[in-house]
């Protein structure tokens, strides 16, 4: 096989949506599990968190059959809610929390014959102007869907936009706009992301959404995972499949972008683009051998890409690479970058084995 493997620390799942329990005590948390569980693989993370979480989140129905087919009884959410009008047959048979956005998803639910009532969330757009109805349209279709044959339980929910900044005067408008609405007479009330659940306790409300804290990674740029307590998941792991020396001015890669400024090592790694590294990720780019970080060189090729072994003298061909993981976390590869953790992860690709183990 290609020296190129995913190994996901189960428990570490198990830990880190402890973690969001623990910032909130007394509330339930809809594990977040979209787009294949953040590359982590949706079936072996929802298995694994079967026992613990009281619902899992999602953005398709598609996704929501997936995790339904592994658990009979926990609350799906379906963040986007229903795309078509028909939808809503299924996501009824599926016993799904469907989120509202717009007045167009309103009116098809309420022309809908279901099976039996959804609970629903009527999204408030509280300033990050994504999705979501304003303050009076929350006010309307609440009233127009209290007592409804389609709806089981009215719940509000709204999302953060600048919550990974701390201090954000924007989070506090945001706050304010989703609280200027408890007036009203809701069962249940969402907002919280991972960034609030760790630094905003009023933002908790009863439900929390925990997503990239699951999966070991920091929402913030000045915190790590390690000081807010998350254990990472994914390791990626590759191995070296060349070494070669070059001299002075010859160059590295695709478009010789790299030229050596001194005789230098150079070691061939299997993995690229086509894996989910990121083309774009600049020389510099850290990757670890031995223990030792070592820079990426040149261009990203779809299958390989190079790093400067001129330091760590006692590198040899076969020596594992760690991507990112354990001992390199996914948030400083992400930095270097300039792109976040969570675009690294949920991007390697489906080639790529996973390999699963707790503990």
Known sequence: ?????????????????????????????????????????????????????????????????????????????????CFAAQEYQVAAQLGLDVVLHSAPQAQQLLAARLGRPLNVWLKLDSGMHRLGFSEAAVREWHARLCGTAQVAELNLLSHFACADERGSEMTEQQLEHFLSLLNLDFAQRSLANSAAILTIPAAHMDWLRPGIMLYGASPFRELSAEVLGLKPVMSLTAELIAIREINVGEAVGYGASWVAARPSRIGTVSCGYADGYPRHAPSGTPLLVRGQRVPLVGRVSMDMLAVDLSDLAE?????????????????????????????????????????????
Not at 62 to 77: G, M, N, S, T
Not at 330 to 352: C, F, H, M, N
């Open 315 to 359: 590198a040899q061909v076969g020596d594992a690479v760690q991507v990112w993981g354990a001992q390199l976390p996914v948030d400083e590869v992400a930095q270097a970058a300039g792109t976040i953790g969570y675009e690294l992860l949920s991007k390697v690709t489906p080639r790529v084995p996973r390999r699963y183990f707790s503990g």
């Open 1 to 81: 096989m290609r020296p190129l493997v995913a190994s996901i620390d189960l428990s570490a799942i198990r830990h880190n949506y402890a973690v969001a329990k623990r910032c909130a005590p007394g509330r339930q948390a809809f594990a977040v599990v979209k787009a294949n569980a953040y590359g982590h693989g949706a079936r072996e993370v929802v298995a694994a968190l079967h026992d613990e979480a009281d619902g899992f989140a999602v953005a398709s129905l598609e996704e929501a059959a997936e995790v339904r087919a592994l658990h009979d009884e926990a609350r799906i959410l379906l963040l986007e809610g």
